[in-house]
């Protein structure tokens, strides 16, 4: 077992550096484990988070396509939720596209803070969006949003910004909810709810669907970019932490999981085979796999409990026709105290 001595972080050292140092613990720790496992917010760097928007423009990929289609009608309605101005703040960002029908449709939206763990992509798509829409006031915030994030402390842009001192909408598309198992989604929410305060409101999109081929498609495409982004997990262990993955050894696998309700996604050990992690060897035996992501398909029943254990309620819920994604619309709930 690899132990890291532990670091008294200077106030100049790089994000880059801390993230650097929990991803070898991290990475270290779950390469270690029986069974195998990493965590998926390792797959974005600015190559990973390149990738998921290769994934978007999929023809399989319905979760994308079917809340983008969605979205504005949801815009349309939201002000009526709303206070007159409202600043988002919108949890994993990504390329910022799904801000935008919200900010065309919905003007209560006066500041934006998106975080991301993927910072250089983030502060790229930030720039753009900014130009776009000259009036809003956008300040992007790098972080992990597993952990409690306050949005004031750490950065003097946002410690000056006016933005702070409106009520908030946290916005959290994509489903990326259901890259959490149920206990760390609770977790999250109840997070969320004390970053965005007691008045606060939260748009949910929540993958929800049941069509087994549907999902099967979604996550084997045929091009392979899946696969890729799977694989670039390994690429980021390569050349971030000096290990030896060669990965054409390794074989992207996603399964549902019927019990759990989730697909799964795997690296598959072609042979049985060991690599070198900073120093440290780690053994494969022949179809063993590395689990690197879960991706939670909920029924809108299973949406309700699991927010009312995090502290909030559903206000409204609005759903294409084939049911296949929701997006839930959030307010604390009364009698909660957290
Ligand atoms: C599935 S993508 C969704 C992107 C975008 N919200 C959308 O709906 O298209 C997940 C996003 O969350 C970010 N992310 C993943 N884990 C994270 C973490 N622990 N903290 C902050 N951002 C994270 C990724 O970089 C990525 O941009």
Redesign the pocket.
């Known amino acids: 077992m690899m132990h890291l001595k532990a670091t008294n972080r200077a106030p100049e050292d790089s994000m880059d550096d801390i993230f650097d140092q929990e991803f070898l613990a991290d990475a270290m720790a779950g390469l270690q484990a029986q069974p195998k496992a990493l965590?998926?917010?390792y797959?974005?760097d600015a190559r990973?988070?390149h990738f998921?928007d290769l994934i978007?423009k999929l023809d399989e990929y319905y979760p994308?396509r079917t809340?983008m289609t969605l979205l504005p009608e949801v815009a349309k309605e939201l002000a009526g939720f709303l206070p007159d101005k409202i600043c988002c703040v919108?949890?994993?960002?990504?390329?910022l596209?799904?801000i935008r029908p919200l900010l065309q449709h919905c003007d209560a939206i006066h500041g934006f803070i998106p975080?991301?763990?993927?910072h250089d992509?983030?502060k790229t798509a930030g720039d753009k969006l900014a130009e776009a829409f000259p009036h809003l006031s956008v300040v992007p915030k790098a972080?992990?949003?597993?952990q409690p994030i306050a949005l004031v402390s750490d950065s003097a842009e946002l410690s000056n910004s006016d933005v702070l001192s409106l009520p908030r909408l946290g916005f959290?598309?994509?489903?990326?909810i259901g890259?959490f198992t149920p206990q760390e989604a609770i977790r999250f929410l109840k997070n969320a709810r004390k970053t965005l305060g007691s008045q606060s409101y939260f748009l949910l999109?929540v993958d929800t669907q049941q069509d087994r081929e549907a999902l099967h498609n979604a996550y084997n495409d045929q091009e392979g970019v899946t696969a890729d982004f799977n694989k670039n997990i390994l690429l980021r262990m390569n050349r971030e932490l000096k290990a030896n993955f060669d990965l054409d050894t390794f074989t992207h696998e996603a399964r549902f999981n019927e019990s759990e309700s989730r697909i799964e996604m795997h690296l598959v050990s072609r042979s049985a085979q060991e690599i070198r992690i900073a120093g440290e060897v780690i053994k494969f035996s022949q179809g063993e796999s590395i689990h690197t992501e879960n991706s939670y398909k909920y029924t809108p029943e299973r949406i309700i409990a699991l927010v009312e254990s995090a502290g909030w309620q559903v206000v409204h819920r609005w759903t294409p026709a084939d049911g296949s994604f929701s997006e839930v619309l959030l307010v604390p709930a009364t009698d909660s105290g957290a």
Not at 90 to 95: H, L, M, N, R, T
Not at 115 to 118: R, T
Not at 143 to 146: C, E, I, M, S, Y
Not at 172 to 176: A, D, M, Q, W, Y
């Open positions: 965590s998926p917010k797959f974005y990973g988070s998921f978007c994308y809340e919108e949890f994993g960002a990504g390329s596209h799904k975080i991301d763990i993927s992509h983030l972080g992990d949003f597993t959290f598309p994509g489903s990326t890259n999109g």
